[in-house]
């Protein structure tokens, strides 16, 4: 498994941006892709975003679509989320994850590593 760990949580109103990064501990990331999940309390882990790794390739969840945009850079082993509009119901810990399937449903069970979590809150 390869070691994730996020940053760029935060504060923000209704309407603003933060831009969340995540970087990978291998020298070279060898997964197939890299994807951002939000958990609020109460609720199942809900895949936001991924990307293909090799072909960058991306995927959004139907709640995020317009709003963020998932990016990598393969040589610092870092993917990001930027996520613009942000609303109240976006409040939740977001967490990276890295897959090594080639073969992905976006459900968590496809990811083998994540990171701690970053806590995102968007105030009405």
């Known amino acids: 498994q390869v070691q994730l760990v996020e940053s760029g949580g935060g504060l923000v109103q209704a309407g603003g941006s933060l831009r969340l990064s995540c970087v990978a501990s291998?020298?070279?990331?060898?997964?197939?892709?890299m994807g951002w999940f939000r958990q609020a309390p109460g609720n199942e882990r809900e895949f936001v975003a991924a990307i293909l790794w090799s072909t960058q390739i991306t995927y959004y969840g139907d709640r995020v679509k317009g709003r963020f945009t998932i990016s990598r850079d393969t040589s610092e082993n870092m993917v990001y989320l930027q996520m613009n509009s942000l609303k109240p119901e976006d409040t939740a810990v977001y967490y990276c994850a890295a897959g090594r399937r080639l073969v992905y449903n976006w459900s968590p069970d496809d990811f083998d590593s994540w990171g701690q979590g970053t806590q995102v809150t968007v105030s009405s």
């Open positions: 291998e020298h070279t990331f060898s997964g197939n892709a």
